[in-house]
């Protein structure tokens, strides 16, 4: 079973900028894609971006395309997630998960699909 360990979140104004983190299993992390979600409270989960095994393929839905990127530190088994340029819409709790397939992310990212999640963080962003 594959653990994940978020960090980072917080409050900004627009335009500002925040990063987040998620930590796996070390021995395990290489053999999953880590895809980042975030929800308003009455939506359901979102995807925002999404990360291979190894680190070398990514993927990003639209609203953050520019703005966002996620990187994974293989060495630390660390997915960060930094967000510049954040605006009010943004704001939600923020979810990392892991996919078994992780030679590259899946050509969908599916909340149901990700088996495995990180505890949330918040990320709040003022007008």
């Known amino acids: 079973q594959l653990h994940l360990v978020q960090s980072g979140g917080g409050s900004v104004q627009s335009g500002g900028s925040l990063r987040l983190s998620c930590t796996a299993s070390a021995s395990l992390s290489e053999y999953y894609s880590i895809g980042w979600f975030r929800q308003v409270s009455g939506k359901e989960r979102e995807a925002v971006s999404c990360i291979n095994g190894n680190g070398q393929s990514t993927k990003y839905a639209d609203p953050v395309k520019g703005r966002f990127t996620v990187s994974k530190d293989n060495a630390r088994a660390t997915v960060h997630l930094q967000m510049n340029n954040l605006q009010p819409q943004d704001t939600g709790t923020y979810y990392c998960?892991?996919?078994?397939?992780?030679?590259?992310?899946?050509?969908?990212?599916?909340?149901?699909?990700?088996?495995?999640w990180g505890q949330g963080a918040q990320v709040t962003v003022s007008s």
């Open positions: 998960g892991a996919h078994p397939q992780h030679h590259d992310c899946p050509a969908q990212i599916l909340v149901g699909d990700f088996r495995f």
